[in-house]
């Protein structure tokens, strides 16, 4: 159990449905939140940044990739903090094995993943958090086009401009998660020693979240 992942109570299967039981999130979706606000001051971004960041550690190290991480799959509680939602798209990863599915939404799809190549799947997840701290800081996607082929080569080029209002550390952390070679992209142990991302890192997330695969083996 992770606090910024929402929690599943009870999956009921009947002969015709099957109803997922879920924890109740009353705020909405961080997309809306943006769409109100337009972009949030940097230490309201960094925290749900933080948050985000440490829900996707989490699943990594419990082999399991998000695959559609998005700002309408992150949901806000009551106190305002994310919790990310909407596995449909998720897979579990396999050591020496590859994913290769197309899915996820255009904006913020890697583009390994919009290409068809194979991806492990960590950096897919890297570059769509990549997308969505531009979201929060900008208001505005950095991948954006009506027509799909001219978005597609937007992403694949990774092509996007970066606002002067950014501030140095954002400046540095946006590019290194959205390079188009995923060998070369940052890895999510390294965004979370990113001097940006450390600046006021509540004490509970300071730490990296358990591997809960590794402990029930042990148990």
């Known amino acids: 159990m992770h606090p910024h992942i929402i929690r599943l109570y009870e999956v009921i299967e009947t002969t015709s449905d099957i109803y997922v ?9 961080l997309f809306d939140y943006i769409v109100e606000k337009g972009r949030l ?3 309201e971004a960094r925290k749900f940044f933080q948050q985000i960041i440490s829900g996707v550690e989490y699943c990594h ?3 399991v990739v998000h695959r559609d991480l ?3 799959n992150l949901l806000l509680d009551s106190k305002c903090n994310v919790k ?5 798209l998720s897979n579990v990863m396999r050591d020496g094995h590859f994913l290769k599915t197309s899915c996820g939404s255009p904006n913020y799809a890697a583009p390994e993943v919009i290409s068809g190549k194979l991806y492990a799947g960590p950096e897919v ?3 769509s958090c990549g997308v969505i701290l531009y979201a929060l800081l900008c208001g505005t996607l950095p991948f954006d086009d009506e027509n799909i082929p001219n978005l597609f080569k937007k992403i694949k080029g990774g092509i996007y401009t970066l606002p002067s209002h950014l501030s140095p550390g954002a400046r540095d952390l946006i590019p290194r998660m959205l390079i188009v070679d995923p060998m070369k992209r940052v890895t999510i142990p390294e965004i979370r020693t990113h001097s940006w ?3 006021h890192l509540p004490r509970y997330l300071a730490v990296p979240p358990p591997d809960t695969m590794q402990q029930a083996k042990k148990d």
Do not use: L, T
């Open 21 to 29: 039981v879920m924890e109740y999130v009353k705020s909405g979706e």
């Open 84 to 88: 990310i939602a909407d596995f449909g």
């Open 41 to 43: 001051q940097e230490d």
């Open 61 to 63: 190290r419990n082999m």
């Open 197 to 199: 991302f450390q600046a």
């Open 125 to 127: 997840d890297v570059w």
């Open 70 to 72: 998005k700002p309408e």
